[in-house]
């Protein structure tokens, strides 16, 4: 039976690598599913909720649950979940642990905790690398709202998680901490034969878990 896993954690805390790399490793068996994909159009100002960002403009805010269009969340992740070969679905996003919608669905709940520090590091290089931008405008609009919001709406998720992972970790190491959880979700039925196919197709020796190889 297919099986939603639910990733959390703050901006650039290292949940789409997680996300990623789960896909990745399983490539034929894992759905992804990015909350970021799911915000409501920045152009229609009667939906959503908005701010006005550090340099004066009138904007989405990207870091409030309330600009995400829960229900085409809905309808993506009952989507993935009819998808043939599909046996794990990752929803993963600043709110995936905050969602109603996401939370009813989800069988496991992964929250990657990452130091503040490291997380806006991580933005500021990110915006400059992907749109150029002024890293004081990043830092203003992190003190005027994004640390509040995150405080606000992200943090408390934590609570919520059956297992938290270090955002500063390797994809290895992060994949060696969550496989354990949803390994079980991924392998197929016991085979007769004296080797079976383990988890993601891996063939393997009976009594070796697969998530070690």
């Known amino acids: 039976m297919t099986g939603v896993l639910a990733v959390a954690g703050g901006t650039a805390s290292g949940k789409s690598t ?4 789960l896909s990745l490793h399983c490539s034929e068996s894992v759905a992804l599913v990015h909350l ?3 915000y409501v159009p920045a152009h229609d100002p009667l939906r959503g909720v ?4 550090a340099d004066g403009h009138a904007v989405l805010d990207w870091n409030h649950p309330g600009s ?3 229900t085409a969340v809905t309808h993506a992740i009952d989507a993935a979940l009819l998808r043939p070969g599909v046996l794990l679905v990752v929803v993963e996003g600043l709110f995936a642990l905050s969602l109603p919608s996401v939370v009813r669905r989800a069988a496991w709940r992964v929250y990657v905790d990452t130091p503040d520090d490291i997380r806006l590091a991580r933005k500021i290089l990110r915006k400059i690398d992907a749109q150029r931008q002024d890293p004081r405008l990043s830092l203003r609009n992190y003190l005027q709202t994004g640390r509040d919001r995150h405080a606000a709406h992200v943090a408390p998720s934590r609570a919520a998680a ?4 270090d955002g500063t970790a390797s994809e ?7 496989m354990p959880l949803i390994g079980p979700a991924l392998a197929p039925p016991p085979a007769a ?3 079976a196919r383990g988890v993601c197709g891996v063939t393997r020796t009976p009594g070796v878990p697969a998530f070690a190889l």
């Open 18 to 21: 997680l996300a990623e790399a």
């Open 36 to 38: 970021d994909d799911y």
């Open 50 to 53: 908005w701010t006005v960002s």
């Open 68 to 70: 995400i269009d829960e």
């Open 162 to 165: 059956d297992l938290v992972v």
């Open 172 to 178: 290895a190491e992060l994949l060696a901490a969550v």
């Open 193 to 195: 034969p004296s080797r």
